[in-house]
């Protein structure tokens, strides 16, 4: 018994570390929170606001019960193991294994300390260099990253999409939601290079093409980064495309520039300029928080401008399909050798080695 008591003693210590740097207490006190809004009289006399406490609550009672469920069961093994009932002891071991698998399990979650990794993510992907061929890839990769959050079953969402000439897209942007869905798919924000024979030219000769994917957190409440009006420019304008009946002949696409960083967003998705506004606003605080990780700064005012032609030459990962088969990140050296499985969303492989990598740095 004693054996056991030593044992559940080191796991504690080790899972009451693990629950300080996931901000387990905070996590519970934000969830305390939202249930007492939930249970409140007359939360659905709004429903928009009550739809996203309600998913809110979701998302947070599916990270902290883990760990709530994994301490109590250590506090109830350390008690029985405490009254030295040598008939308890085989029993209390095989509970001690199975907390143990299931912290192994939890300790994933300390990859996940970035301060907007339980976000939902916005991804946008851009056509780069290889004309026909770069526009093709951006659709691979977009397929790619839906397949992706299909099998973990997250919910997408298009927002802005801007088709090619002859085929592929210029330009997409999705959202993505789910448990961490930022802190899981950061590791794709870069140049992605496809080196394969085009389908798009007679000769059918090796090309490489380039698409960029920025990958975002999705920060949608004002008051996780607040804005100074003085510091928007606003401009609206008629929606454009192919034609048809899908076509805003009203002035409802929303163009807002963040004059001291000059970064731009344009919407003409939804109907309403209200809505393509309100989503505008929320693609800039996204970018900005995301400049504001890279840059390292505290105030918004300290932000330079993005450098869009040094991320140009920052690629990450290459995909080749002629003359042999081969996927591999440049950053960690994680490689496979079956394209296909990838390209149709088997990513975890290369999301862990960048996670593994970054936690240990």
Request: no cysteine; proline share 4%; hydrophobic share 35%.
């Amino acid at each position: 018994m004693e054996d056991i008591q030593t044992r559940a003693k080191a796991l504690q210590a080790e899972i009451d570390k693990a629950a300080n740097m996931v901000h387990l207490s905070a996590l519970l006190q934000e969830k305390s929170a939202l249930d007492e809004q939930i249970s409140a009289p007359g939360l659905w006399d709004n429903p928009a606001t009550a739809q996203e406490a309600t998913k809110k609550q979701a998302k947070l009672t599916k990270r902290v019960t883990p760990w709530v469920q994994l301490q109590s069961s250590l506090r109830d093994i350390m008690e029985l193991s405490g009254l030295n009932d040598d008939s308890l002891e085989k029993d209390l071991a095989k509970q001690l294994d199975v907390s143990q698998a299931k912290f192994d399990e939890l300790k994933a979650d300390l990859k996940f300390r970035g301060p907007y990794d339980d976000h939902d993510a916005i991804v946008s992907l851009y056509a780069g260099a290889g004309g026909t061929d770069a526009q093709d890839w951006t659709q691979i990769l977009l397929r790619m990253y839906i397949r992706w959050a299909e099998k973990n079953g997250f919910e997408i969402k298009t927002v802005d999409e801007s088709p090619g000439e002859e085929a592929g897209l210029k330009s997409v942007t999705i959202e993505i939601s789910g448990p961490l869905a930022y802190g899981k798919l950061k590791s794709e924000h870069g140049v992605h290079r496809l080196v394969r024979l085009s389908p798009f030219n007679s000769a059918a000769s090796r090309e490489t093409s380039f698409a960029k994917v920025d990958v975002l957190p999705k920060v949608d409440k004002p008051d996780e980064l607040e804005l100074d009006d003085k510091e928007l420019r606003i401009d609206v304008y008629r929606s454009g495309g192919h034609g048809g009946q899908s076509v805003n002949t009203t002035d409802s696409a929303v163009r807002v520039t963040h004059l001291p960083t000059g970064i731009t967003v344009a919407i003409q998705n939804e109907r309403s300029q209200l809505q393509n506004k309100e989503t505008a606003l929320t693609i800039l605080r996204s970018r900005l928080a995301q400049l504001q990780l890279e840059q390292h700064q505290e105030k918004l005012g300290e932000l330079k401008g993005p450098n869009q032609s040094a991320e140009w030459g920052n690629q990450i990962r290459s995909y080749v399909l002629h003359p042999y088969k081969q996927v591999k990140d440049l950053r960690t050296k994680h490689e496979s050798s079956d394209p296909d499985s990838v390209l149709d969303g088997d990513l975890d492989g290369f999301i862990n080695a960048y996670l593994e990598q970054n936690v240990s740095a």
